[in-house]
C-alpha cells in the first residue's frame, strides 16, 4: 500500500507541476508556456539586423505588392489597385501592431473580461450600456453600404488576417503571452469598433448630470452667472466677424424647464483640461516659400504602442502618407501631392440624457407623447475567464439604451444619471471611412468640402491647406438642430419636442476660407462667435491655446517649417499673463518661511514659461489648481449631489474683476474669508506640499520632475512603458503635455510643387518590446524635433532611406 501512495505521489508531482506551470493564476503568466524557449517570450526578441528583402506569397491580393521600409520601418506601400493597397496595409499594420489592435477592439466591445477575468467586469458591462457595439454595429451598415468603404474594409480585414493565420504560436505577440491568450480572425466590425472608440475617447463627455444638480441646488440665475453660455475671454476658430453666407433653418422652440433629476453618491468633478490638440495653416502670403504650410499636433492620451501607425499608401488614383489607426484603412491626417489635412476636437453637444418614465418595475414600457411605448431589450452576453458567463440585460427606448437602472460604483459612470436613456451621435449609422477615402485623393479645395459632408463622428475641425494657396477651416461633423442649451441639462423624456429635431445642413458647418489674417487655427475653443445661428454647445476647452497661437501666428511673416516646429513646443502660458500679477500682489511676505519666502522671489521673476527647468511654473501650477478648490469647493461638494466647479475662464473673471464675490467665503467656517486669504493659503499649501514631496527647494521642483511625463504600456504592463522624460509644456500651453498625455503626432507640412512633410510621434512603428522600432522616436519627439518624412514616388525612388523590402505576390 505504501509503495503504491509513493506511486501515486509521483504520478501526481508532474501532473500538477504541469498544470500549475501551465496555467495562467491572477495577473501571472503561466510560467512554463512564458519560458520556454521555443514558444515563450525569448522568441519576442529581435535582432538588430534587418532582413533586407523578403518575398510572400498570400491567397486573397489581385496583383503584386511592393512595401518598402525606411529606417524607422515605416511601410510605403506601392500597390496596382484600391483593394490591395488596403489589403497590404491591413498586413503590414498587423504585423507591426496585432495585439494593439486586438486589446483596443476588445476594450471597445466590452470584452476584457475573456483576457483578464472578472475584475475587469464592471467595464465590460459600461462599454456594453454605453451603446459601444450597437453604434459599430450601425455604422458598419453605413460603411458597407457604400461600394468604396466596403471595398477598403473588406481588404484591410482580409488583409490582417492573412497575417494572423502566418503566425505560429512562438511568433505571437508577448503580449499574448503574459496575458494567456489567443487573437482571433478579425471582422469587419472591429473596424468600425475602433472609429467607436475614437469617439468615445472625444465625445463621450456629459456634463447635464452636473448642470442639473447645479440648477436644482442653486437656480437658473447661479447657472447663468456662473455656468455662461459664452466665455468672457476667447479667440474664437472661426475667425470674429465672419459673415455666415446662408439663410439658416428655424431653430425648434425651447420647451419648459425640465427639474427633476436623480442623483448619485459620487463626488463632485472638478473641471479637468481634457482632450485636446492644435491645427493651423499659413497661407503662401505668409511663409518664406510663398505656399501654405500646414501643422497638426492631436493630444491625446499617449501609449506604447503610439496610438497611430505612420504609413504611406500608393496606387492608381492615391499617393498619401501620414498616421492611420491601428484598426482601420486609410490615412486620418496627412498630405499627398496637392493638399494636406489635420484634425482637433470640436467637443460638439452629440450626447444627451432623457430621464425615462418607466410603467413600472418591468421595464416593459415608458411614457412617451402622450402613450406608453414599449421598450426593447438587448442581451450582452460578458464572457468571463475562470468564470461563469454574464448575461447583461439592456434596455433601450428610442433615445437609446437605458444605462443604468440602479446607482453604480463604477468610477467611469460618475457622470451617468440612473433612469435615463442616452442620445448619442456615436449610435448613428455613419461612413466616416468615405471621408478619408477621398481626403487622401483630394486634390483642392472642392475634393475637401465633398469629403467632409460624409463625416459623423466625433466632431472634428478639419484643417486644409493646397498647393493651389487655398486654407480653410472647418468645425465639421453631423450635428444635431437643437435650441440654445438643448442638452445643458437632463431632458424630459417624455416629451417628443425634447427630441432631437433634424440636423444642421453640412454646408453650413463653421467654416472659413482664406480669411484675410492669412492663417487658420484651433485649439478646442470655441468653433464661432455669438452670432452663429446654430447650437454646437455651451461649453467648449479654455481659449488660452488658441490665443497663444493666434498671436503668433499674427506676427509672423515668411514663416518656414522650422518656425513652425517651433512653435509646436511654445511653452508660454496665457493663464499665467492674464492672473499671475493679480495674485501676487495678495500675498503677505511676512506671514511666509523661508522657503515660501524663497518661492515667492522665484515665481515673481517667472517668464509664465512652462520650461522643464522652472521651478516657478512648479508652484504656479500647485497654486492656482489649490485657489481654484479654495474658491469653489465647499459650495459644490456635497454629498448625494453629484456637481462640477465653474470653468476656469470664470474662475479667472471672479478673481480679475469680482474680488468680493459670495463665492469667495467659505461657508464651511465660522469667520468670512477674503479673496486674499485665499490666495495666501493656496500659495502656502503649493509650497508646503512641493516641499513634502520633493525636499527643500531646487533642482527637484523643477517643472519636469514635478510633471513626471512617461509613456506607459497600452495595458500598463510594468516595464513596457517608457522611461520619465523631462520635458517642458503644460495642458494650457501650445505644448500641451502633461503627465502622459499631450501631442500623441506632430505634423508639419509645406505645400508646393512636391511637398515636405516632417512628423514624429512618441514611440515607434513598432508593438514588440524586444524590437529596437518600438520606442526609438521617443527622444526626437521629448525634444520638439521632427523627422522628415521620406514621401516616395515609386518603389524605386532613391531619396528614400530604404532598408527593407517586403514585395506580396498573389497566389
Sequence with gaps: MINKIKAFICVLIPVVLAYTLNTKFGDLPPTLKFLNPFTGFWQNAESTSVKTNRKITLKGTHQNVDIAFDDRMIPHVFAQNDYDVYFAQGYVTAMHRLWQMDFQTRFAAGRISEVVGKKAIELDKYQRRMGMVFGAENSLEGMM????????????????????????????????????????DWTPVKCALLLKQMSAVLAMGSDEFYMTNIRNKFGNDVVKDLFPDYPFKEDPIIPVGTKWDFKPLPVPAEPPVFTDSRTANIKTKQKEEGIGSNNWALSGAKTASGYPILANDPHLDLTL?????????????????????????????????????????????????????????????????????????????????????????????????????????????????????????????????????????????????????????????????????????????????????????????????????????????????????????????????????YYINWEFSPYERGKRINDRLAAMHNATADSIINMQTDNYSIHAQNILPAILVMVDHNKLNATQKEALRIISSWNKHYDAKSLAASIFDLWTKRLQFNIWDDEFTISNIPMRYPSRDRTVQLILHEPNAKWIDNVNTPVKESLTDLVNEAFKYSCDSLERKFGPIGKHWEWGNFKHTNVPHLAKIPGFGSKTLITGGGKMTINALNESNGPSWRMVIELGKMPKGHGVFPGGQSGNPGSIFYDNMIDTWANGKLYDLFFMQSADDSNAKIISRLKISKK
Design 145 to 184: 453600404a457604400d461600394p468604396k468603404s466596403k471595398e477598403m474594409i473588406l481588404a484591410y480585414t482580409a488583409g490582417i488576417n492573412a497575417y494572423i493565420h502566418s503566425l505560429s504560436r512562438s511568433q505571437l505577440p508577448i503580449e499574448y503571452k503574459i496575458l494567456d491568450f489567443k487573437p482571433e
Design 305 to 533: 504602442p503610439s496610438i497611430w501607425y505612420q504609413i504611406q499608401l500608393h496606387a492608381p488614383g492615391i499617393n498619401a502618407y501620414g498616421v492611420s489607426l491601428p484598426g482601420a484603412p486609410g490615412i486620418i491626417i496627412g498630405f499627398n501631392k496637392d493638399i494636406a489635412w489635420g484634425v482637433t476636437n470640436v467637443a460638439a453637444d452629440v450626447l444627451d440624457f432623457y430621464q425615462v418614465k418607466f410603467k413600472d418595475d418591468t421595464h416593459k414600457s415608458y411614457w412617451y407623447n402622450n402613450a406608453w411605448k414599449n421598450t426593447s431589450n438587448r442581451l450582452e452576453k460578458i464572457v468571463v475567464r475562470g468564470e461563469k458567463n454574464i448575461t447583461d440585460t439592456v434596455v433601450y427606448t428610442h433615445h437609446g439604451p437605458v444605462v443604468y437602472l440602479q446607482k453604480t460604483n463604477f468610477s467611469k459612470a460618475g457622470n451617468i444619471p440612473v433612469g435615463n436613456a442616452l442620445r448619442w451621435i456615436a449610435h448613428e449609422k455613419s461612413n466616416e471611412l468615405k471621408t478619408f477615402y477621398l481626403l487622401n485623393r483630394g486634390k483642392n479645395y472642392s475634393d475637401y468640402r465633398k469629403a467632409l459632408t460624409f463625416f459623423t463622428a466625433p466632431a472634428q475641425n478639419f484643417v486644409f491647406a493646397s498647393a493651389d494657396n487655398d486654407i480653410a477651416i472647418t468645425a465639421n461633423g453631423k450635428f444635431p438642430l437643437k435650441w440654445k442649451d438643448q442638452g445643458k441639462f437632463i431632458l424630459d423624456g417624455t416629451a417628443a419636442s425634447n427630441d432631437w429635431q433634424g440636423w444642421i445642413p453640412a454646408a453650413e458647418n463653421p467654416t472659413v476660407k482664406n480669411p484675410p489674417r492669412n492663417f487658420v487655427s484651433s485649439a478646442n475653443q470655441s468653433s464661432t462667435d455669438p452670432s452663429y445661428p
